[in-house]
């Protein structure tokens, strides 16, 4: 038996742009979780409940990824993230648009469900909200064997196959049965209470019971084949150092840690200079006015207040922009909101109105429809 683990880059986290390989399985009220809302009604409001529910795991899960602590520092409050982390997803915009053009039905009360499993979820990763969590929030309406060019137009049972040899649009073919070869997660069917993974073979992992301390945790194999992942009980986490994960306590403050290893009781976090193997738990710091000393990447880590239009250039805090039109939004992986109505628009990373299709950008965040073409240009729908 052995488990697996996955950990999120500090752009995936903060500038919401994808992730890196690994976070480790986790559970526990560490952080400062805010009060349930109430049920959202309608199609719009799914953005912004998906980005809540995504901080409200952020902020109560503990992770031996000090970027989680750093995104918590950054971001303030489960409300300052929901606000950044809406302006940075893209699915819900391509996701709507299929939508309205009759490619895909929105299912509220499927909504409703992957919003609550997102927030009561540990290790949840920006590119899993839609492909694992919220598959269903949207049924596509095309048959198999009709032309795609995302899955989610393709029906429940099916997924859209594009290959270098069909190009784009591909083709929505019937979803693989579990134990039958594949070639990736999305081609796998999906059955209830799990989650597909592709092993050469489609093989189903299933949510297992909180582990004791010292027990095993993580994505548990059995027979070579993930089969179940179990969280730690409250209070713990999970190590998952030397491939076998086990359910440890926090350590407290000033204890030595190992950076993006050991787990600090929140809101500490393993304080290292950049490179250096041994830490101690400590607390980060947020500098909110410009001119402000700031070491994003040595002790004393000191991040400037990108909420507050702030960001660390040569030691110093300097003032991006407000989120006003035409104002700088964005520097490196630390990104600044928009006001509403605008979006942080490449090359230059400025505020601007989200551009119509046929014109031109530089990411997906550029476009009205959530989607930039290969031709750089932004379309109503395109193959990814």
Known sequence: MRIEDSRPSLA???????????????????????SMPPAFASETQ????IARAYCESIYRCPSSEDQIAVIRTLNGSVERCTQIVRARLTEPMVLRNLSARGLARFDLRAAQRCVERVRT??????????????????????????????????VPEAYCAITPASGCPGICRARTALGAACASEEECVRTSGSWPRCQATCVEVRAG??????????????NGFPSESVPCQDGLWCDARGGAGACRRFLPEGSPCTPDADVCVAPMVCLSDEGDRMGRCGRLTLATTEGATC???AAPRVFCDPVAGLFCERGRCVRGGDGRRGV????????????????????LWTCESARAPGEACSSDLDCQSGFCGRDARCADVGCR
């Open 328 to 347: 700088r939004c964005r520097l490196g992986d630390v990104a600044a909101p928009c006001a509403d109505g605008l979006t942080c628009a490449g090359p």
């Open 46 to 49: 799914f953005a912004g409940e």
């Open 121 to 154: 979820a540990c290790g949840v990763m920006s590119g899993d909200l839609f492909a694992r969590y919220c598959h269903d929030a949207y049924r596509g309406t095309v048959a198999v064997g009709g032309a795609c060019s995302h899955s989610q137009e393709c």
């Open 209 to 222: 019971a909180a582990a004791a301390a010292g027990m095993p945790c993580g994505l548990l194999e059995v």
């Open 295 to 297: 070491s994003e990447q």
């Open 12 to 34: 995936s986290l903060v500038a919401m742009l994808g992730c890196s390989a690994t976070v480790a399985t986790v559970s526990s009220d560490a952080g400062a979780p805010s």
